[in-house]
């Protein structure tokens, strides 16, 4: 009997078990891509519709076409890709000039009194200004060239990565400093092999930050006499109540945004595989 | 051949009232293996911080070949407790870090890594992550990673204090035989008074507030290991089992008010 018993016990719990698994990994992923696709339709539905006057809120269509028609004759004088590559400049400099000089002050403040003593008041004193607050001081004393839109971004971009990489300065490991320092490592060697790739974490996490605020910061530094880029871009059409090239604009700094913390996701779990590893 | 002395040394740190170490004298030489037992608080780690240089004594002289220990140095190795190795470099890595610091070139620094991973029997590990060992495995690697940049003296932190009862004994027997072919000065510290008689050469028992040495015990069980007679057989012999009883009852009168006269 027992063993007719078996299968017929171990059967059902098999089946069942199955599907509860290939049910979990999907449904996360799937209610995400069900919720955009309910968005797109009720949007689509409501403009085919004719519910919503087009002035407010123009039809995926419309928008669709609108980018065709940007990219192949432009808005305002530059094409979607001149005004993307504008911005995508602008936000590139601004990010490169921040990763050069926040890391240093970053495990300057991490490992040194006195550089804590200096930059800790100055950073925290400015990082929660909103951008627009001090944008005209900027525009009074650097113009209103591309120098002032970088230098906005910049200083977005200079607090999160700076902030972090003092946080993972200070919070290394002091066995594995002593570890370096028995096998004869000097303070420069301890900062090379062991504190920065001990932030190096925290460091890509500021950047991750870093980089969402200096994106958003965007729209704010285009105000500043710009003649292209995605903010100028949506901020002109505005002006003019051309919503569509408004919600194209919106749409593409989105996407941009996602690509850009999609991409440094991915590279943080290139260079920091060990991250979230028990030690 | 290295000789490390420890003359009269005491340890305060700042702030504090009562010292953590008071007067303390011991001198490692070759061929020794030297354990420090003690409950917690009785300063074990202490000394040993002090050893590596990475806390200076409020008063005594500690040297190295007749030379004053100032901050911690190459001199002498260090296996810490939690393996302290870097995530971020694979095995043979880890092992090569010190030549690598002191600036050997990569080809000399990796055939010494691979020679080392060798000696703890992790000879095909070299390009394993940090994260695929398990616990003994990353304890080896931190030894040889120690032995690696040839330290005249080897110090140990409770390095199996971390690991399950069976895999302890196996370091501890590997230690062994790692202390007999390099012939390195060992001090070692741990709470497990099993360990600490089966390996010491030499065992002085610390006693806490403040932190001071109540006995010293000269033995010769890590030695018969080393000879070749089996662990099983020598932890099973009377003179074990009563050396252990021992050193055990010392423990306990410490902690009790009232020591056991009998065995004191």
Redesign the interface.
């Known amino acids: 009997m027992s063993s007719l018993d078996l299968p017929v016990t171990a059967k059902p719990a098999a089946a069942a078990a199955v599907p509860v698994k290939v049910r979990r990994s999907l449904s996360t992923r799937w209610i995400s891509v069900l919720t955009l696709a309910t968005l797109l339709l009720a949007w689509w539905a409501v403009t085919a519709a004719e519910w919503i006057e087009p002035l407010f809120l123009p039809s995926p269509e419309a928008v669709l076409g609108k980018a065709w028609l940007l990219m192949t004759q432009g808005y305002m004088e530059s094409t979607l890709w001149q005004h993307l590559g504008a911005s995508l400049q602008r936000i590139g400099l601004a990010l490169g000039a921040a990763i050069l000089t926040a890391i240093p002050i970053g495990i300057a403040i991490g490992h040194n009194r006195i550089a804590r003593g200096i930059f800790d008041p100055l950073i925290e004193f400015y990082r929660p200004i909103p951008p627009l607050a001090y944008l005209p001081l900027i525009v009074i004393w650097c113009g209103i060239g591309e120098l002032s839109k970088v230098l906005l971004i910049y200083l977005a971009i200079f607090a999160p990565i700076a902030i972090a990489t003092a946080t993972g300065v200070r919070t290394v490991?002091p066995?594995?400093l002593?570890?370096?320092?028995?096998?004869?490592?000097?303070r420069a060697?301890l900062i090379r092999?062991?504190i920065l790739?001990s932030a190096?974490p925290d460091i890509l996490t500021g950047v991750r930050i870093g980089l969402g605020v200096g994106w958003s910061t965007l729209v704010a530094a285009e105000l500043i006499a710009a003649t292209s880029g995605l903010g100028f871009m949506v901020q002109s059409a505005a002006q003019f109540l051309v919503t569509d090239v408004v919600v194209l604009g919106i749409l593409v700094i989105a996407l941009i945004a996602f690509a850009l913390e999609m991409s440094l996701r991915a590279l943080q779990r290139k260079l920091?595989?060990?991250h979230g590893?028990?030690? | 051949m290295a000789l490390l002395q420890l003359e009269r040394i005491s340890a305060q740190y700042p702030g504090a009232a009562e010292p953590v170490l008071a007067d303390i004298s011991l001198s490692l030489g070759p061929q020794q293996l030297l354990v420090a037992l003690g409950p917690s608080g009785s300063g074990k780690t202490s000394l040993l911080n002090l050893i590596a240089g990475f806390v200076t004594p409020s008063a005594g002289r500690i040297t190295l070949d007749g030379q004053a220990v100032q901050g911690p140095g190459a001199d002498r190795g260090v296996v810490f407790q939690d393996d302290a190795l870097l995530p971020w470099q694979d095995v043979l890595a880890n092992v090569g870090f010190g030549l690598e610091l002191a600036g050997v070139p990569r080809a000399q620094r990796e055939a010494r890594a691979r020679e080392m991973l060798a000696l703890v029997d992790l000879a095909d590990f070299g390009s394993r992550r940090i994260w695929q060992l398990s616990g003994g495995q990353k304890q080896r690697v931190g030894l040889a990673r120690a032995l690696a940049a040839d330290p005249r003296i080897l110090l140990m932190d409770e390095p199996f204090g971390a690991l399950d009862a069976f895999t302890r004994e196996q370091m501890q027997e590997l230690l062994l035989q790692v202390w007999q072919r390099t012939a390195k000065p060992v001090f070692l510290i741990t709470h497990d008074i099993e360990e600490a008689v089966f390996l010491a050469t030499e065992l002085v028992l610390l006693a806490p507030n403040p932190g001071q040495i109540v006995e010293r015990l000269q033995l010769d069980f890590g030695q018969r290991y080393a000879a070749g007679e089996s662990a099983r057989a020598i932890k099973s012999d009377p003179r074990f089992i009563e050396t252990r009883e021992h050193v055990l009852s010392r423990v306990f009168s410490q902690r009790s008010a009232t020591p056991r006269k009998e065995l004191a």
Do not use: E, F, M
């Not at chain 1, 002593?178 to 000097?186: C, D, H, I, K, V």
């Open positions: 490991d066995a594995r002593r570890a370096a320092q028995s096998l004869g490592a000097t060697q092999h062991v790739p190096l920091v595989p060990w590893q028990s030690h």
